[in-house]
């Protein structure tokens, strides 16, 4: 994958980026993620989420497949972390 980054925020972690490459079925793909720390626990809530072009015949399969993608992140996020 080949990504150009939009937006980087170290006061509201958050970032923002377009996909240029990559084997996903999809265009025009704009990924974002956000993490908000959780005072209570002292744990920390994410958001990632995309937002593309896609043929309606490809859709439910690109969605399976980014959910699956992002969903495998968080899991490798939280093993490097130890969490």
């Known amino acids: ?3 150009k980054l939009l937006a980087l ?3 509201d972690h958050a970032c923002s980026y377009l996909l240029l ?3 996903l079925p999809v265009r025009n793909m704009v990924g974002e993620y956000r993490l908000w720390d959780i005072t209570e626990t ?3 809530f994410g958001i990632w989420r995309a937002a593309f072009d896609i043929a309606d015949a490809q859709r439910d399969a690109a969605v399976d497949q980014i959910t699956k993608l992002y969903a ?3 899991t490798n996020l939280k093993k490097i972390l130890g969490a």
């Open 1 to 3: 994958m080949r990504e």
């Open 9 to 11: 925020s170290d006061l």
């Open 21 to 23: 490459e990559g084997p």
């Open 42 to 44: 002292g744990g920390t």
């Open 72 to 74: 495998s992140g968080w």
